[in-house]
């Protein structure tokens, strides 16, 4: 009493209650034990952080006010931090006209519940009160719980797990008078989810740059059902770490943000909040996220990437990623966007993508690798769970028997031989009866051809086909033939370039098993979206896209194409110089092979794709390819017949030899009918025992040769001075 006197009169107690710093609750009673007032505090009330620390009383703010609740209380202002014996620093008298509201209800037993509301209620009030609760459910006791904060509900007959009840309380008032706004409450004790009842429906990877969002990663659930979920205990996995969700549940149609339990305070304004204590941190370009049920079954999951955004600003951050369909649950890129809300997202709340987008589309086959001779994987075109790829029927034709089958992930399934498979061998693999997330059953493109894969050397993989000069703004690409009868595993190879006069610059074409059949074409780029834009005629089924690709310079460089034992398999030295004279432009024009049987560095054996295609062949053959003739003795040219402008028909003469012995000497001279040199194709050359040289119609000053007729003039000689003399006709045909 001596020192708090100083501040007021003073009533001393000779054994004072001691008051809990984070909480606690203080009757004032008369001498016949009424109740005169009950203050029931927590740290809450103080409003501030700091404060809250310690230094500073709770002070009451409206005295009059008959309530004695978080909404009249709040911390001290005055700056010995409090008022003892003086009227309080936050003093205000003006009536409380706000609304209580039912905060929560919390099911004791399936007979039994809590109802607790926002503020202390007037307790004559909550014992007269109607209760009604849908479903035909009977409230048979009511008892008003000490602090005035809520009622405890007996009910008849027992609560159903999966049924959505709604309690509607008429007749209770606060201390103030004030009704009950709303006056209602959906409620329900919940079941675990089981699959795609609950849904991943929008993530935050990147919350950095904000645009108003918290600069923490958060996932929002949304129940896609009638039912009440129970979501305590059910798991949230990335691809390193997996913590479980605290207590909660999410109502019909309801969305829940899921967060960190630290940042609950920041997101809680958003929307309701159920905390993880660690919350997996979510890769920016790149991740899966998957919610499991408290049993660890699988729920729901999203492999997600930063193309989803569909936006390169938005993809650098402070921006959520939306899912448009919740009913699409498997849908990928094409079900995923940017959110538009102008604080970056919606956290608690509707998509801005949220629309109509269903998945109408049928699962494909898209490929099968032979991992080894008793190993296949087999690969879908979309996600399939588990549930959809074990109730297919898989077949493998030439007597192969399967004997168990693993799924692997969402897209790949596993099928272990229970026989042999055998090299040069094709097999086709059939898959009857799989079906996606949302029933989608595979339809007619459900075969895959694979074969135990070779080993690929020099001259079984040829490079094909070069775009190192694209539009603005476009990908290159390389395209790549197999000229072999090998079946041929790209996993594990590179394309290079030449820096500094050695190669480098490796980049890996797939980390995963990728069949080339003979005969096959695979295009290789980082950008394939955008070489199929370019190049409509694009065979997209042949593109493999990497991760990043080596850099092509537009006037001259060198590709190599490296195996997975880190041998040279092709390489070609390419200028700009070789593409065809008569060019309006360069730009997107790529230089395609003539023939997959002569030398890679022959430049005669390049040419610029046809106008008539697009400039480009991307994924299938070559508009200029044009197979040597050599059936017409030592020297042969064919067609004898060319045009050359350039429209992917005859636009090249190949000039064949066939001699009996290599070491010969040559140079090929064209001349016009009147013996007018036009141009020297090539001079000195050292020759192999056959070969071809082509001529594009081009002359010795760079432009386009006459219609007419021309000499190809062929003399080789040996080393023992032995000559030989040809002289073939050929025609420049063209419009007059």
Known sequence: TALYSPFGDVIGISSFTALTNGGDSLSLLDNSSNVLDIVKYDLSWYQDAVKDDGGWTLERINPIHPCSNSLNWMASFDLNGGTPGMQNSVFDTLPDVQSPLISSVNIITVTQINVLFNETMDSTSLANATYTITGGISVTVVAVNSDNQ????????????????TLTIVGANDCSGNSLNPNFIDFGIGKAPTKYQIVINELFADPSPTMGLPTEDYLELYNNTTNIIDLTGCWISDLTSMDQ????????????????????????????????????????????ITLFAPD???????????????????????????MIDP???????????????????????QNTAFGINPDIVLPILTEANAIDDSTVVVTFSEAIDNDGMMAAIYVIDNGITIGTIQVIDNK??????????TFQIKYTVTVTGAFDCVGNVIGSNNTAVFALPEQGFSGDLIINEVLFNPFTGGSDF?????????????????????????????????????LILPGEFVLLTKDAQNVSDEY?????????????????????????????????????????????????????VSLERIDYNRLSNDETNWHSAAEDVGFATPGY???????????????????????????????????????????????IIIYDAKGRLVRNLIQNELLGASGTFSWDGINEINEKARIGIYIVFVEAFDIDGNVKSFKEVVVLAGQL
């Not at 940017?338 to 919606?346: D, I, K, L, M, Y």
């Open 412 to 421: 790949k399934v596993q099928l272990n031989l229970s026989n042999k498979l």
């Open 478 to 514: 390389v395209e790549i033939y197999n000229n072999s009868n090998k079946f041929i595993n790209l996993q594990g190879w590179n394309l290079a370039n030449l820096e500094n006069d050695s190669i480098d610059n490796y980049d890996v074409l797939t980390s995963n098993p990728k």
């Open 536 to 588: 409509i005629n694009s065979v997209t089924s042949a593109f493999l896209q990497m991760g990043a690709l080596p850099t092509y310079n537009n006037d001259e460089g060198d590709v190599y194409l490296i195996n997975n034992l880190n041998m040279v398999i092709d390489s070609f030295h390419y200028t700009d110089d070789m593409h065809f004279a008569l060019l309006n432009s360069e730009d997107g």
């Open 296 to 322: 660890t079954s699988f729920v729901h999951m999203v492999n997600y990437f930063d193309t989803w955004y569909r936006d390169e600003n938005k993809k650098d951050g402070g921006w959520s990623l939306e």
């Open 150 to 165: 809520g009622v405890s509900l007996t009910v008849i007959p027992a609560l159903d797990s999966s049924t959505v009840y």
């Open 621 to 667: 053959e070559n508009s200029q390819y044009l197979r040597a003739n050599t059936d017409g003795g030592e020297i042969t040219v064919s067609p004898p017949t060319f045009s050359p402008n350039n429209d992917g028909v005859d636009d090249v003469v190949n000039i064949s030899y066939n001699f009996s012995t290599s070491g010969f000497v040559a140079s």
């Open 245 to 288: 969700l605290n207590a909660g549940k999410i109502l019909p149609g309801e969305h829940i943000i899921i967060c960190d339990n630290s940042f609950e305070n920041q997101f809680s304004p958003f929307g309701k909040v159920i905390t993880v204590n660690s919350f997996p941190s979510l890769n920016n370009a790149e991740d899966v």
């Open 327 to 349: 009913n699409n649950p498997c849908g990928e890129a094409n079900n995923w966007i940017a959110s538009t809300q102008w604080f970056g997202g919606t956290p608690g709340t």
